[in-house]
Nanobody
């Protein structure tokens, strides 16, 4: 069973930085994708902000975070169970929300592709004070 366990996040001031982590387990192959999503307060929809194709390390970002966020892995590309990080710099108040990692079936140029999503992390709160 694939499991995603998140850590990190918390409170930061505008302009500051935070790091999120997503520990991946249960894969027998390195060919999967990890996407980061966020859900702003009062919003029903989750916004995809970044995606990593673990098989080759390719990374993708939405326009809202491009140049400020960086997705990476602790292990080499194609590692079966990797640790995936989302480094967030130059934080803005509108970056606040609950962040989730998930396993989208594909990445696209502006982040995670549409569903189906195999697994989700438990979510972690990011709050940016202005």
């Amino acid at each position: 069973e694939v499991q995603l366990v998140q850590s990190g996040g918390g409170l930061a001031q505008a302009g500051g930085s935070l790091r999120l982590a997503c520990a991946v387990s249960g894969f027998t192959t390195g060919r999967y994708n990890i996407g980061w999503f966020r859900q702003a307060p009062g919003k029903d929809r989750r916004e995809g902000v970044s995606c990593l194709r673990n098989a080759d390390g390719s990374t993708y970002y939405s326009d809202s975070v491009k140049g400020r966020f960086a997705i990476s892995t602790e292990g080499a590309p194609n590692t079966a169970n990797n640790m995936v990080y989302l480094e967030m710099y130059g934080l803005k108040a509108e970056d606040s929300g609950v962040y989730y990692c998930a396993t989208p079936s594909y990445c696209r140029d502006d982040g995670p592709g549409a569903g189906p999503f195999g697994s989700w992390g438990q979510g972690t709160q990011v709050t940016v004070s202005s």
